[in-house]
């Protein structure tokens, strides 16, 4: 009787974190659900998801919180995954007390932890036209310079969303994808994937998963209400309007 050779280390599929771009949530689009990226490319090639992003969080809140809850949640927090997805820097950008170094020492920590645990680990850039009033230029490229920094080291895929954005991907606030943004981001990080040193292939495109249908008179309600909310944000944007915090 010969011996059986040992059984593989079991996998778990995409692990997130980062803010309310990758934790999800939101209103239909065309009876669309608005559902996280990671949660799109996870069902795209066919594995499991586990997120702990949280709506507001900064790199910070991933290294001091997201990170401790997986250790101290997790039912296997010593779990290896398949693919480790990290995207955050839109909060911390807009920040009064934005710090390129604080930054890119979190996020460097951060995606170590990923890269420890992960076969393979994805990121992304900020959009440079990023809210209302805008992060700016000189905020964003500091960033983004930090985020390709790192990823270089560590040899994680990259997905390029500097100039990201559309009046059917982006709400007005020009922060927070729409539920076809999602799939658009999702579609963006799955070529990149698939065309990395160790690919990970996609069994079916977003695209397919999803349904839905339009008229001239819902396309018509749909700008009227964009045009209403994207000239709201601009005028609290201009403070011609009061802010409100939710």
Known sequence: MTDSAPDPPCRHGVLAFGDSITNGGGELQWGVALQS????????????????????ANVENVVKFQIPALRSYSADPDARYELGC????????????WDPVAFERG???????????????LTM?????????????RNVGECNEAIERVASEHQTSLVDLRLFGARNLLMPDHVHPTAF???????????????APDPLPTRVPPRQMIFFETDWLGRLRGDLSYT??????????????PRWRL
């Open 37 to 56: 990226w990671a949660l799109w490319v996870a069902r795209a090639t066919g594995v499991s998801f586990t997120s702990y992003a949280v709506d507001g």
């Open 107 to 121: 996020f460097r920590g951060a995606l170590a932890f990923l890269d420890e645990r992960c076969e393979r680990t």
């Open 181 to 195: 943004g999602q799939i658009a981001i999702a579609e963006r990080a799955l070529a990149v994937l698939g065309e």
């Open 228 to 241: 209403y909310r994207h000239a709201r944000v601009s005028a609290q944007a201009a403070g011609l309007l």
């Open 125 to 137: 850039t900020v959009p440079l036209d990023l809210g209302r009033p805008r992060a700016g230029a």
């Open 86 to 97: 990290l995207y955050i820097g839109a909060n911390d950008v807009r920040a009064l007390d």
